[in-house]
């Protein structure tokens, strides 16, 4: 399998953008500012390199690119978090929950605004 481009400029092609030193702040970033985090690492597709999801105790939930399935393991063991294979074992529920909580937030905040932009 080829390995993705560095700049990911190229079209036509299911080689996709590696991840940057950017993606690994933000993730380190993340991981330090909740708790109860557990990662579920997430295979190469052919539309995605290979990521990292992070799922807080709440369900909030980041996801990003990192360099390989090995580096994310071992990111979550230097962070002392659990980590899974998200092809075996599937997303957490609360991070579903978590999504269908902002959904209805939203909606609830668009049927709440008249036609003039101002709450009814």
């Known amino acids: 399998m080829s390995r993705p481009l560095a700049d990911g400029a190229r079209t036509g092609s299911t080689r996709v953008r590696a991840a940057d030193d950017v993606d690994l702040e933000h993730l380190e970033t993340w991981v330090s500012a909740r708790r109860g985090v557990e990662g579920f690492v997430e295979p190469r597709t052919a539309v995605s ?29 230097k962070h002392q978090i659990p980590s899974y294979d998200a ?18 937030e939203q909606q609830a905040r668009r049927d709440g605004l008249g036609s003039s932009g101002s709450p009814s």
């Open 49 to 77: 390199e290979v990521t990292l999801l992070l799922v807080a105790h709440d369900g909030e939930w980041t996801r990003r690119r990192v360099p390989a399935v090995e580096w994310a393991h071992k990111f979550c063991n």
């Open 87 to 104: 092809a075996v074992v599937g997303i957490p529920q609360r991070m579903r929950d978590f999504n269908s909580r902002r959904k209805r």
